[in-house]
């Protein structure tokens, strides 16, 4: 199975302050489609996880443009341009491109 | 709006079965395949499978098969997951997910003698 490693696993930020996860997959996530599924989850305290990122780079409607995401490969980011105070959770990547999907361990985004 | 709603919490004795259903709405339900993600008390998420809502052919990850059963009701719009002989380990809350999104709001499955 594809293992992803997420880092850091915790994140202490200010309100405003531009912070960045990173994904580390074991293997290539680019399908033979052309297409890699790399995308990015946020679970929020109590609630489900929800669509932030997906296919890499693509922002899911109705997401802030503060988040981006970027890579190609194994080693794709998660980056939030000033993060706010309801961007507190903890966010996971999740690959798509082989059986079985798997997600990453999660990083904990937490104020300081 | 696109939702996923899934039924309410169980509390099941060990060796008890569940089922756990997920109710879509606003989309065609057979367009897309039904996801199941575990997620333990405090612990990450676990993808334990999918449905193909057209064909309803189920696939198991390695550490759900046995277990577990995925089906759907198609008039309904709706999927389950059924989880047989229940264990302490099963302890958790399980999403299912339209693919990456959207999910569940989850289910609370709780396993005590």
């Known amino acids: 199975d594809v293992v992803l490693t997420q880092t850091p696993p915790t994140l202490s930020a200010t309100i405003g302050q531009s912070v960045s996860i990173s994904c580390r997959s074991s293997q290539s996530l680019l399908h033979s489609n052309g297409n890699t599924y790399l995308h990015w989850l946020l679970q929020r305290p109590g609630q489900s996880p929800q669509l932030l990122i997906y296919?890499?780079?693509r922002l899911e409607s109705g997401v802030p443009n503060r988040f981006s995401g970027s890579g190609s490969g194994t080693d794709f980011t998660l980056k939030i341009s000033g993060v706010e105070a309801e961007d507190l959770g903890v966010y996971y990547c999740?690959?798509?491109?082989?059986?079985?999907?798997?997600f990453g361990a999660g990083t904990k985004l937490e104020l300081k | 709006q696109i939702q996923l709603v899934q039924s309410g919490p169980e509390l099941k004795k060990p060796g008890e079965s569940v089922k756990i259903s997920c109710k879509a709405s606003?989309?065609?339900?057979?367009?897309?395949?039904m996801y199941w993600v575990k997620q333990a008390p405090g612990q990450g998420l676990q993808y334990m499978g999918w449905i193909n809502t057209e064909t309803g052919k189920p696939t198991y990850a390695d550490d759900f098969k046995g277990r577990f059963v995925f089906f759907l009701e198609t008039s309904a719009s709706t999927a389950y997951l059924q989880i047989n002989n229940l264990k302490n380990e099963d302890m958790a809350t399980y999403f299912c997910?339209?693919?990456?999104?959207?999910w569940g709001q989850g289910t609370l499955v709780t396993v005590s003698s």
């Open positions: 999740v690959q798509g491109t082989h059986a079985p999907y798997t």
């Open positions: 606003g989309y065609t339900f057979t367009n897309y395949g």
């Open positions: 997910a339209r693919e990456a999104d959207p």
């Open positions: 296919l890499v780079s």
